[in-house]
């Protein structure tokens, strides 16, 4: 949509090692966040970013292990809290890169106002949520976006719970950038161009396989096996078709809702299709509260309609109030209500004509 | 209109030579416009030369239903040719505008003061309001008291007929009515309030004429009418005070500008995190006019959201400055400990009030010490100041900044609710007295490669702000390797860091060396106090050594760490009194440092301490 920010920053020249750290990465292994870590490093040198203006910020849990292995600045901060942080880092510089790491239990339950804050401000960032639908670092206890019924050590009989729609939550807060993607996608280099190219914030959803407290639980589209059924790859301006073009998703007048139609030799207008407008936040409503099961499962770009963002909000306006200030000490420290006193009687020192007029002493 | 008037005895009666010092209270509904009436008879009494204190002391509801007796606002206000440190213990004179402002506050009266009542309030529904069963002012029950009352709302309503206001508008202008009489009582200028409305009122003409009108005749009405009371104006001499720029400042103020002075000194732009609380926000609102100074204020979402903020803006390389009060405070443990852990600058503001939980929103407390000193997990030192005065405040605020930089590390500033809206007279200073102690980050690798928790001659790291070239690295809560800072578990690492923050912390009080205010370096009897504490102390100890006793005057700053000669200064007197507005936490933690025996006095009635009770304490000690 907007991809004025690349255009306007220097590109620098690196390549995926330039962003790989010595530490050693301590995730289990075949956890799904190797695969986001990896895309990530992939994609970094795709955007010319600089390592030295990129801060990656996180909170706290697996996922939010990751800065330590970015060859960049980077904050592991506490839990839920990165966003604030984060808000600090760009308002105190606004040309830093900053990307935010979290979970789906740092950023939707501790940190759920933090999320919604730094959507509804539209702070200039991305945040990657890793949702693995279960608290990991902790070892393994359900979370806020676990499905009902999810057995854990604090739920053996299955939790009770609604569970959150990370993307729904992100719209309803304001969001003007809405994409989901899962840890081993190949699409998700394409996805995180178009939240580093958005200007405001950027919120990405990514399935991560918790391979240990909750693995497969992405499986019904993630595999191989499920993906033509149970994918649905939204693309702006192409028509919302999946099944390997043999089905789509139309809108159901009467209901006003979404409906899967079947398409057939390929004519999808007859179908009533709907092509993808990233810009109708009416459609990217009903895209995150579609169901899966009886729906594929909406990843790609599903909503990006830049508003100004926060951080230029702010540096715009204290420039406008410091215009044509020049900030003396002095006087701001001899302002308000003064009098001078001397080996006479006290007088105002507005009449002595000495009020905010300087030094005096 | 006339009331009954008792034997006067007052300092105000005609026969009465001058007094040194005068206090005056204003009280009335929360809707009466007292804090105005009080902060424009302060600057009056500042500009007729009179050192002077004050005290604010207003309900916690916004608009509490009218008349009633927890809707009472008060303004209490001290000055005198000499030295006022306190804004008094007792009133001379009270100015009462209606029923529950009079019944709570009249026994704080001294005997024989004056009461001056709007008896035009003093009607049935107001006096079933506050619970009178019947007319004080004609009952007879004030007869310990001189009084004065006249129909206070009736004289101003005359007054501003011409100017054609409603009848509620026009009853507005009683606060202005009372200031008048109360200017005409000690002979001061009406001008300087005059210049105030009308700039005040300066799109609504109508009303700057109707205010004026209604000052200019409640003064008149002091000179010409037949008072019930022969009261005579008193005009106090001006108090003793080095020539020069001066100006009422409150500690809110003074913090601000402190902070704003501090980030200047150091070179910095400043970042101010906040999220609103009685009585910390008046410094957010301050910093968010002063832009120009390079200062950024962000209203975050909650105070967890406010310090994270602000340590993000620390890290990028800002002053970051978060303020909160006691509830806020606790919010933000778990962040200072990352601040602690990422020793990383950070200024924390703390203007105490009454606690635990929600407490006493509007009123005083310095209970907040455990909280400064002790109150995270781990092992997270973390150095504190606490401001006295009003005026003190600025410069504790830049000694905060200067700590804070030097040693990378979040330090507390502890105020209170008091301090935080008293008003006092302030020698403006001289900026150019002030050394700067410019910020330095790193900006190339130094020799032996780039280590983030390497430390210099005062354990402080070097600052590194994302944006550097060469200097990526990466920074958190998790234990961090010595020098390197890479994460570390192993226990040898943890306890070399531990100590190590521990250290840097302690550090701190190298230099900082602890004076008395008044009073001998040894003696017998020393009386320590923090805070705001200071004006009744100070006086107490005063009048004691007036009558002879051998007593001293110690007033702690730095709070945590203590300064280095402290234990021996206090191992040399033979008692030491420790006056707190708490339960006793400065007590404590001097009997924990040094084994002395420091005696208790408390008070945690939301109220500063009067001097009698300290200068009873002392007796007592020393009988
Ligand atoms: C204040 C606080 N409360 C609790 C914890 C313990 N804790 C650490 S991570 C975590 C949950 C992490 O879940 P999620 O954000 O989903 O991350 P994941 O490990 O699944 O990637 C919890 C509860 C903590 N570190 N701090
Ligand atoms: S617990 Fe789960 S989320 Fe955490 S590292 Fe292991 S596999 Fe990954
Ligand atoms: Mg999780």
């Known amino acids: ?361 | 209109m006339a009331s009954a008037a008792s034997q006067s005895t007052a300092p105000l009666a005609s026969d009465e030579t001058v007094p040194e010092a005068v206090v005056v209270r204003f009280a009335g509904d929360s809707g009466d416009g007292m804090q105005l009436t009080g902060g424009q008879f302060t600057l009056s009494t500042a500009l007729a030369g009179n050192d002077l204190a004050t005290f604010p002391d207003f309900p916690a509801e916004i608009r509490a239903p009218q008349g009633t007796l927890f809707g009472v606002s008060a303004f209490q206000i001290n000055f005198g040719s000499s030295d006022i440190t306190t804004a008094g213990d007792a009133p001379d004179i009270l100015i009462a505008m209606n029923p529950a402002a009079l019944k709570t506050n009249v026994t704080d009266l001294k005997a024989g003061g004056l009461i001056i009542a709007d008896s035009g309030e003093f009607n049935d529904r107001n006096l079933a309001k506050a619970k009178y069963e019947s007319n004080p002012l004609q009952d007879g029950s004030l007869a310990r008291w001189q009084l004065l009352s006249f129909d206070i709302s009736a004289l101003t309503l005359e007054s501003v007929k011409p100017f054609g206001l409603g009848n509620k508008e026009a009853l507005r202008c009683k606060n202005m009515w009372t200031l008048g009489l109360a200017l005409w009582l000690f002979d001061r200028s009406r001008e300087p309030i005059v210049d105030w409305l009308k700039a005040k009122f300066a799109k609504a003409p109508e009303l700057a004429d109707a205010n004026i009108a209604a000052l200019n005749a409640g003064h008149a009405y002091g000179e010409t009418a037949e008072l019930a009371v022969p009261v005579k104006q008193l005009h106090l001499p001006p108090a003793p005070a080095p020539e020069g720029l001066y100006r009422t400042v409150t500690g809110a103020e003074a913090i601000s500008l402190g902070l704003v002075a501090g980030a200047q000194l150091a070179g910095l732009p400043m970042f101010f995190g906040g999220y609103p609380i009685t009585p910390a926000s008046a410094i957010l609102h301050h910093l968010s006019r002063l832009k120009e100074f390079g200062v950024t204020t962000f209203q975050a979402e909650d105070e967890i959201a406010a310090i994270a903020s602000a340590i993000g803006a620390s890290y990028a390389g800002s002053l970051g400055v978060t303020s909160s009060s006691g509830p806020g405070i606790a919010l933000k443990g778990e962040a200072m400990g990352l601040a602690i852990m990422t020793e990383l600058p950070l200024i924390i503001v703390n203007s105490q009030r009454g606690g635990p939980s929600t407490g006493l929103p509007t009123k005083t407390e310095q209970s907040d010490l455990y909280q400064a000193v002790y109150g995270r997990n781990g092992d997270a030192p973390m150095p504190v100041l606490a401001a006295r005065s009003p005026a003190d405040a600025f410069d504790v605020a830049i000694e905060a900044v200067r700590i804070a930089i030097e040693y990378m590390t979040p330090v507390m500033l502890l105020t209170d609710g008091y301090i935080a809206n008293a008003a006092e007279p302030w020698h403006v200073p001289d900026m150019s007295t002030y050394a700067p102690f410019k910020a330095k980050f790193l900006e190339t690798i130094p020799e032996g490669g780039l280590k983030p928790f390497a430390r210099n001659e005062k354990l402080a790291r070097p600052w590194i702000k994302p944006g550097t070239p060469d200097l990526m690295h990466r920074i958190g809560g998790i234990e961090k390797e010595v020098n390197t800072g890479h994460i570390n578990y192993e226990p040898a690492n943890h306890q070399a860091m531990t100590e190590l923050r521990r250290d840097k912390v302690l550090g701190v009080a190298r230099g900082i060396r602890q004076g008395v205010e008044i009073g001998e370096e040894t003696g017998k009897l020393a009386v320590v106090g923090w805070g705001s504490t200071f004006g009744p102390i100070h006086q107490a100890v005063r009048r004691a050594r007036r009558k002879g006793h051998d007593v001293a005057h110690i007033h702690i700053r730095h709070i945590w760490p203590l300064p280095e000669n402290l234990g021996d200064l206090l191992k040399g007197y033979d008692q030491i009194l420790v006056p707190e507005m708490n339960t006793g936490q400065l007590k404590t933690v001097l009997r924990d440092q040094y084994l002395v025996d420091a005696r208790p006095l408390n008070k945690i009635s939301g109220q500063p301490f009067r001097i009698a009770e300290i200068e009873a304490a002392i007796e007592g000690m020393l009988a």
């Open chain 1, 1 to 361: 949509m907007n991809d004025m920010t690349t255009l306007t920053k220097p590109r620098v020249e690196t390549v995926l090692k330039d962003w790989e750290t010595d530490q050693e990465v301590r995730w289990c292994p075949g956890c799904g966040d190797y695969a986001i870590l990896k895309a990530v490093q992939r994609t970094l040198p795709m955007l010319g970013a600089d390592p030295k203006n990129t801060v990656f910020v996180s909170g706290i849990g697996c996922s939010s292990r990751f800065p330590y292995y970015v060859e960049s600045y980077g904050f592991h901060t506490i839990h839920g809290r990165a966003p604030a942080v984060a808000t600090g880092v760009k308002l105190a510089n606004p040309e830093l890169d900053v990307w935010i790491v979290t979970g789906d239990g740092d950023g939707l339950s501790i940190g759920g106002n933090h999320t919604m804050h730094i959507l509804r401000r539209n702070l200039d960032c991305q945040i990657l949520l890793f949702n693995n639908e279960i608290y990991g670092l902790t070892k393994g206890q359900y979370s806020p976006t676990s499905r009902a019924g999810t057995r854990s050590p604090s739920s053996p009989a299955g939790s009770v719970d609604h569970p959150a729609k990370p993307a729904a939550f992100a719209l309803g807060s304001g969001a003007r950038f809405i994409a989901r993607a899962y840890d081993v996608a190949k699409q998700l280099s394409d996805v995180l161009i178009a939240a580093y190219n958005h200007k405001g914030a950027a919120f990405v959803e990514i399935f991560q396989n918790c391979i240990v407290y909750n693995k497969d639980v992405f499986a019904d589209f993630t595999e191989k096996k499920n993906a033509d059924d149970g994918q649905l790859w939204v693309e702006n301006g192409k028509p919302m078709l999946f099944g390997k073009g043999t089905k789509g998703i139309a809108l159901d007048r009467e209901a006003l809702a979404l409906k899967v139609v079947d398409v057939t030799d390929g004519d999808w207008q007859a179908a009533g299709v709907i092509i993808h407008d990233v810009t109708n936040r009416s459609v990217a409503h009903m895209l995150v509260e579609m169901p899966f099961g009886s729906f594929p499962m909406a990843l790609g770009v599903l909503y990006d309609d830049p508003a100004s963002s926060f951080e230029e909000a702010v540096v715009e306006q204290n420039a406008r109030l410091a215009a044509g200030k020049t900030p003396d000490l002095q006087k701001l420290v001899s302002q308000g209500q003064t009098w001078i006193v001397s080996a006479g009687p006290a007088t105002d020192a507005a009449e002595a004509g000495s009020a905010g007029s300087g030094p005096e002493l």
